[in-house]
Nanobody
Framework: QVQLVESGGGLVQPGGSLRLSCAASGSISSFNAMAWYRQAPGKQREEVARISIDDSPVYAGPAKGRFTIARDGAKNTLFLQMNSLRPEDTAVYYC??????????????WGQGTQVTVSS
């Protein structure tokens, strides 16, 4: 019943910015964290950033200093602000809700993904 829907992807030039959104259609109160993952063609899906229910963010190396994860609890929406985009950021970006126990995060509910292409 609960669904996550990503939006905001598209084509952007290197150095540009993009803001991704992930809207939850139902209650996600059973989860204590949300995250953005991405998957480029021929590569493993990797975590980009996560945020807990207390709004504490954690970023993967490539995202540090360039991306910002945020959550709007009232609107049940997750955001990823991406700045200084590089061609290697090209991927399908997925949002998810899951369980964070200590440092271990387990995704449970996935969105369908949104394509981000960084190219001249």
């Amino acid at each position: 019943q609960v669904q996550l829907v990503e939006s905001g992807g598209g084509l952007v030039q290197p150095g540009g910015s993009l803001r991704l959104s992930c809207a939850a259609s139902g209650s996600i109160s059973s989860f204590n964290a949300m995250a953005w993952y991405r998957q480029a063609p021929g590569k493993q899906r990797e975590e980009v950033a996560r945020i807990s229910i207390d709004d504490s963010p954690v970023y993967a190396g490539p995202a540090k200093g360039r991306f910002t994860i945020a959550r709007d609890g009232a609107k049940n929406t997750l955001f990823l602000q991406m700045n200084s985009l590089r061609p290697e950021d090209t991927a399908v970006y997925y949002c998810n809700a899951g369980l964070l126990l200590g440092r271990e995060y387990t995704p449970k509910l996935w969105g369908q993904g949104t394509q981000v292409t960084v190219s001249s």
